[in-house]
């Protein structure tokens, strides 16, 4: 996946505890929980209120397109991580996330992933994304 | 919580598959996962097709209002278990579900439960039952 | 079930923010989700770091016995909830917890249950919980 | 992600029925739940209790190392989709899985996926996989 100027993007950093419910039986996390992770980062980042406001105002939300995502370390319940942020903007329509999980004195992410989201209408059809948001997430 | 009636009620079976994603690092299924298998159970006896249709031609859906869960036993990866479930009406606004979990060859149940549910419009309003739904679920 | 000595038990709170994940298509949190926010208010209580130790050090851990939920109220996409815990000792093997799911501004909790915790060793066997433990749950 | 071979790999099909739990706000499954599917059905083409005693018996198991995901339509509760699956074997450490979930009647999938699994111990170091696993695998 391309992963154009994320070197001039801002990086968010947003932290998640690690519970019982986010473990199996191999004693790490499960690994689409990771997806979850990376979720809740974006939330963040654009604001949940915001994005409850779009979806029931304007009918408009947001969709993983493609996620790609590599796990490099076991995360084990108890840690703390770090979960680091960047956007690009690659059309009215789209945006791409570069998103990595860090534990607490790594040396590199434990988690890495590029995450392309699109902005939908309520029949799951393309449309432009807020202008507002364009600024927000291109500062 | 009472529990009228269910001498008389059918016993419905759907199985369950354990998977990684049920587990937790304790080695067994994370208890709130017991929660959703009842609740794939009780889609099972009703109809996820009519529960759909139920939703979108009428605004008419369930909630569980009340749950009341023991575990007995833990449920570990692999496991196929067996939801045994009955259902009462208790008004047209509600009915009551006795759920059990069986491992293979258990002599009890490895987790059991009471479960109300109510309907509801899409306000979150009580709302009675479709008579078809209450004759199937009487029968 | 039982609630004795409630009155005297300090309460914690803890806060949920509610993702996309924690939804189903009805618009409100899917009902399993509460028990693992009321597990990660006990996580929070206890602590995670604390509960690692115990069960990779001593093979210590806590089931939940049962679970006795009750839904007043959805709980909606973008909510920041606070959960609020109160814990007693019923004996050197159990715990019992109220615990209660609040909405800003809410007049009632929307969410409210008791839930039993028992303590086992690795063989899932009913074992006296650490005495510091008990000591700093008591307090 | 390359993708050598898999025109001469058997494909395994496998049944997933979309709970209430598998969906969101938005009103279609949550994208993370697509990892499960596929993870199940890994599971079931591996044979979860192969994987148990493996596990048990040899400390063996298998993780995601890289996991790139395309969604490019909305499953709906109540669907009954066809997860295919197909695997090479890339060495004695690593699988790779070919993975597309099927609505009824979709001219496409609705999301495919390539996962990339290795073969870890207790210790989560690359370990060979079992010959009879990749005799089954290969076959």
Redesign the interface.
């Known amino acids: 996946m391309p992963h154009p100027g994320f070197e001039h993007a801002i990086e968010h950093s947003f932290t998640v ?5 986010d ?6 996390v ?4 990771f ?2 992770y990376f ?2 980062a974006r ?1 963040q980042v654009i604001g ?2 915001f ?2 406001q779009l ?1 029931q105002n304007q009918g408009i ?1 947001f ?9 490099n ?2 995360v ?3 840690d703390l991580v770090s979960v680091r942020s960047k956007v690009v903007i690659e059309s009215k329509y789209r945006t791409l996330w570069q998103q990595e999980i860090w534990r607490d004195g790594g040396t590199r992410p434990a988690v890495s992933g590029y995450i392309e989201m699109v902005c939908l209408n ?1 029949a ?1 059809q393309l449309t432009p994304m807020p202008t507002v948001l364009m600024d927000n997430l291109g500062a």
């Open positions: 505890q690690i519970y019982y419910e473990t199996d039986f191999s004693g790490v499960y690994h689409a929980n997806i979850k979720e809740r939330e949940a209120g994005l409850k979806w939300g969709a993983v397109y493609r996620c790609d995502m590599v796990c370390e076991g084990e319940f108890a309520q799951r």
